[in-house]
DNA sequence: ATTCTAACA
DNA sequence: TGTTAGTA
């Protein structure tokens, strides 16, 4: 399976992820300090990111429009590691059980946030999020 | 011209 | 999160 090394492959500058996410660099730069994402670096230090990294922005993305908090996302998306990635061999099938699981996951952890909302622990939900269940828009 | 880190009238 | 300063 040698797609993965180009999927893997670190390739573009945060300007051009900037365009292809729609992401500030701002954010870009926020969800790496979390680990949401580990691009990799120039010898200048610059960030280079792989078209995994990409998608994982563009889902990262997509949970935070969903109301999900840095938190809730790291509880709904598999963790990344150079060495985990590479290891892992991903099959179509595993790939599409990979986002099957996400979205109950999501499900799971929405629902469960909004029932069992106790004081004391902080919400992974921001906010806007009641609104898909409670009042309507 | 771009990107990086750190910090906040 | 935005934005800005001072670099590399």
């Known amino acids: 399976m040698g797609d993965e090394i180009r999927r893997n492959m670190a390739l573009f500058p945060i300007g051009i992820v ?30 280079l990111f792989s078209f995994n990294d990409v998608e994982r922005l563009l889902e990262i993305k997509s949970l935070i429009e969903k109301g999900v ?12 590691s150079k060495e985990s990635e590479e ?13 099957e699981l996400t979205d109950l996951q999501l499900h799971r952890l929405l629902k469960q946030q909004l029932l069992e909302r106790r004081p ?3 919400s992974l939900i921001q906010g806007q999020l009641s609104r898909f269940y409670n009042n309507k828009p």
């Open 18 to 47: 900037m365009k292809l996410t729609d992401l500030t660099a701002r954010q870009i730069r926020y969800y790496e300090q979390h680990g949401l994402v580990m691009p990799a670096r120039t010898s200048g230090n610059q960030r």
């Open 69 to 80: 908090n840095i938190a809730g996302i790291k509880q709904v998306m598999n963790p990344v």
């Open 87 to 99: 290891a892992t061999v991903i099959t179509p099938q595993t790939e599409s059980k990979r986002r």
């Open 120 to 122: 004391g622990r902080t």
